[in-house]
């Protein structure tokens, strides 16, 4: 009997022992993470004006008021909508979003926080609203600026993983000659078509002298079996030649 209950203690201690295990593993060490399955990028210096993240973007925060970014904080590249007042201004004022990172970041807060601070401009705020109202603008676009010139630009939103941090609006923006890129693409295509042409010229080149070189060979093969037919004991002459020699050999005898 006492084996028994031995036996029952020691199967039920091994089926509870992995629930009891489990449960330990599902302790989460930040209550306050923000967790996503969105990329990761990574912040390159400490602050909350045009720093410079990993993947090529710079931001602004756009939560005034919170933790501003550390340089090796993480945070999630968010492929939602970003405001559309703060692309316009970037876009279509981009030489005043570029020349007071002050300024910048003081408009920036307007547009988020409603907060105005001492380099916040009326009149530039008047005008960006005013544009906004007539253009939507993409996250990612190309805007041609002249005749030779535009503007590529790519604009996202940076979540902080943990909550209590700014998050950021990042932007990449670059001009590029549209003059140098359709002579680019035309040479490409020209080379392109050159380098086919001639390739196919030599291939088929290659292929015929190939073919004549396979056929003098299969020429010269069967020439080659020919001659040495005469000589394979199969041969009707051959053997006739041989038989006659037996005879003769034979007589002599």
């Given amino acids: ?26 302790v989460v060490d930040n209550p306050t993470q923000y967790l996503s399955d969105e990329p990761m990028t990574e912040a390159l210096e400490s602050g909350d004006s045009n720093i410079s993240f990993s993947d090529g973007y710079k931001g602004y925060c756009i939560e005034w008021g919170e933790h501003s970014a550390e340089k090796g ?17 970037f876009v279509y004022f981009y030489e005043e979003s570029q020349r007071d990172v002050i300024a910048t970041q003081h408009m920036i807060w307007k547009f988020t926080d409603n907060k ?22 993409p996250n990612d676009g190309v805007l041609k600026i002249n005749d030779t010139t535009e503007m590529v630009y790519s604009f996202r939103n940076f979540i902080s993983n943990i909550n209590e941090y700014q998050n950021y609006f990042a932007y990449k923006i670059y001009f590029r000659n549209i003059t140098l ?10 080379n ?9 010229t030599n ?6 002298n190939l073919t004549q070189n396979h ?16 000589y394979e004991t199969g041969n009707p002459l051959v053997l006739l030649l041989l038989s006659l020699a037996v005879l003769v050999f034979k007589r002599r005898n």
Avoid: W
Avoid at 118 to 133: C, G, H, P, W
Avoid at 183 to 190: D, E, F, P
Avoid at 192 to 200: C, F, I, K, M, P
Avoid at 217 to 226: G, I, Q, V
């Fill in 73 to 89: 904080d993480k945070f999630y590249v968010h492929d939602g909508d970003v405001d559309n007042n703060i692309k316009t201004f």
């Fill in 181 to 190: 890129q359709n002579n680019l693409t035309q040479n490409s295509t020209g």
């Fill in 116 to 137: 105005q601070f001492s380099r916040f401009n009326q009149t530039l705020y008047e005008k960006i609203i005013e544009k906004s109202a007539t253009v939507k603008v």
């Fill in 215 to 230: 056929t003098n060979a299969s020429f010269k093969k069967t020439r080659f079996a020919k001659v040495n037919g005469s």
């Fill in 203 to 208: 291939q088929t080149n290659i292929k015929e």
């Fill in 1 to 26: 009997m006492k084996m028994k209950l031995l036996l029952l203690f020691a199967i039920l201690v091994i089926t509870i022992s992995p629930v009891m295990a489990g449960n330990n593993t599902t």
């Fill in 192 to 200: 392109g078509s050159d380098s086919t042409s001639q390739n196919t």
